[in-house]
């Protein structure tokens, strides 16, 4: 490839890569899209190419398209909870948070392609109909079907970055201590519990329900853990406050927290080892 096409593919790499991962919840399937995206440059008659970005847009739209029919049936085989691969930020990027992440994994691959790539990234439905090969209204009830259904995952009142990075620190503290009475404090009466551990190491066998659940299975992790996590960093995963932890077996382990009005509404774990190397990547 010459340099010319090296160049003005690594000047769209940062934007495909964020479309990919948002649309296949993998960051190491959005990796391998944008190769696949790259060969496929790399034999391409550039000079025809009047707008590069939107041909490259296009062309890992339908590759990610192409792989969100085959991920359906790998998800249904998952073991336990399924969670997207966490990002760890500095500071909180608010477009996709993982409570919409997972909302996104309810809607058809065209509904969630229509709806990110149009609410999120601000394509016009006509370039959209030219990525997904459907026509311009179509792809506006696909992205209107798909923003009601996700409706109630967008964050209204997001927790403000400093004030949230507290809360997150707050609730690391109160676990590594033990101390269900402080967590107690910390949760609304309605918090919702996810984990995912992929089948590689122990989470819980579905979502956990309500603040006396949450914490009576926060005590039974309290019991059985082996010695007290440490504290890698605060930060913001998947857009909500959380931090990373190195847990007493020595593998990483994130923490996000969806909170409004001050009270942690949701927690998500990620345990599963293959989907934390990356982060693990960051640290060295």
């Given at each position: ?10 000047a ?25 995206a790259f ?25 990610c ?48 392609v229509?709806?990110?790539?149009h ?35 967008r ?9 949230g ?24 009466d309605?918090?919702?519990f ?22 009576r ?5 309290f019991?059985?853990r ?14 909500l406050p959380?931090?990373v932890?190195?847990?007493p077996d ?8 969806l ?9 998500y ?8 190397r990356?982060?693990?990547g960051?640290?060295?």
């Amino acid at each position: 490839m010459t340099d010319d096409g090296v160049t003005s593919f690594d000047a769209e790499r940062a934007t495909l890569l964020r479309v990919a991962y948002r649309m296949v919840g993998s960051l190491a399937d959005a990796e391998d899209i944008l190769q696949d995206a790259f060969i496929r440059w790399a034999g391409t008659d550039r000079q025809a190419v009047c707008v590069p970005a939107a041909y490259l847009r296009r062309v890992v739209t339908r590759l990610c398209l192409d792989h969100l029919k085959s991920a359906r049936v790998m998800r249904e085989e998952y073991v336990g909870d399924w969670l997207p691969e966490p990002i760890v930020e500095e500071e909180p990027v608010e477009d996709v948070t993982l409570p919409l992440m997972l909302a996104l994994e309810r809607l058809s691959p065209l509904e969630r392609v229509a709806f990110l790539l149009h609410d999120v990234f601000g394509e016009s439905f006509e370039d959209i109909a030219s990525s997904i090969d459907r026509d311009p209204a179509a792809c506006r009830q696909l992205a209107a079907r798909a923003r009601e259904h996700v409706r109630s995952e967008r964050t209204r009142f997001p927790v403000e970055r400093d004030r949230g990075l507290a809360i997150a620190s707050a609730f690391f503290e109160a676990t590594k201590a033990g101390d269900t009475a402080r967590l107690e404090t910390l949760l609304a009466d309605d918090v919702r519990f996810h984990s995912d551990g992929g089948g590689k190491r122990p989470a819980a066998g579905r979502i956990l329900e309500g603040a006396a659940e949450v914490l009576r299975g926060l005590s039974a992790i309290f019991r059985l853990r082996r010695g007290n996590p440490d504290l890698v960093k605060t930060a913001f995963v998947n857009g909500l406050p959380g931090f990373v932890t190195r847990e007493p077996d020595g593998i990483l382990q994130t923490t996000a927290l969806l909170v409004e009005s001050d009270c942690v509404k949701a927690i998500y774990v990620m345990r599963n080892p293959d989907k934390l190397r990356h982060v693990e990547g960051l640290l060295h």
